[in-house]
């Protein structure tokens, strides 16, 4: 096995070699990943790291990751309620759309 020992430089920044992906991960050999220093998860990008560091390592955050935190959670509640209200008028136009074309052809 490496060494996965990371630090963090004055700017919040981890340093050091990446902490290796665990077999269970298929990834493509091109891949850019951003990992979790605490287990070794791959992710897409830096939103979905800081949001599972906040869910799934909340004592071992510092200042700067738990900001990174709670920015990731605000932006994704916003996009939920977002998709809620455009779910909900698409039922809401589906329900009339089928009510009138009913009430036309019946």
């Keep these: ?11 919040g920044t981890v340093t050091g070699p990446e902490p290796e992906i665990p077999a269970e991960y298929d990834l493509p050999p091109d891949a850019d990943p951003s990992v979790c220093a605490h287990c070794g998860a791959p992710f897409a990008d830096e939103e979905l790291l800081a ?4 869910i799934d390592h909340p004592d071992a955050l510092d200042e700067s990751e738990r900001d990174a935190f709670e920015a990731a959670y605000e ?32």
């Design 75 to 106: 932006s994704e509640q916003e996009r939920l309620r977002l998709f809620r209200l455009k779910a909900l008028g698409a039922l809401v136009l589906l329900y009339f759309g089928l009510l009138i074309t009913y009430s036309v052809f019946a």
């Design 1 to 11: 096995m490496t060494d996965t020992t990371q630090s963090t430089d004055r700017s």
């Design 51 to 54: 949001l599972h560091r906040g």
